[in-house]
């Protein structure tokens, strides 16, 4: 500061002054940055973490349904059904109604 011819003190803006101002909002701005960018970081690991337990579950429940239908598929397990539930081969068969629903043994 400085005081001129009437006693009056004036205030100067000094280099050294601007650069502690302005390194004081780049530091403000970065520590800003830091916080948004580490909680992106954070959200889409977060969600990425969930889609991976919801594609395990997906994936198990796929192995289970292969694993059902191909044991549907095979001819000898179907064929043990069929004889341990009593069935026929249903020949001839002419359906009453038009949907197809109903069908009489001739």
């Known amino acids: 500061m400085k005081k001129n ?24 701005f970065l520590m800003m940055y830091f916080v948004v960018v580490s909680n992106i970081i ?31 598929e095979d001819s000898s397990a179907v064929l043990d059904f069929v004889q341990n539930h009593n069935m026929v081969e249903a020949k001839y068969a002419t359906h009453i109604f038009e949907s197809g629903e109903v069908a009489a043994l001739r």
């Open 42 to 72: 954070t959200s889409s690991n977060y969600k990425i973490g969930i889609l991976n337990e919801e594609l395990s579950g997906l994936i198990e429940t796929n192995s289970f349904l292969t694993a059902q239908k191909l044991s549907v």
């Open 5 to 28: 011819s009437r006693g009056i003190t004036a205030s100067t803006y000094t280099g050294i002054g601007v650069l502690n101002v302005f390194l004081l909002a780049a530091a403000v």
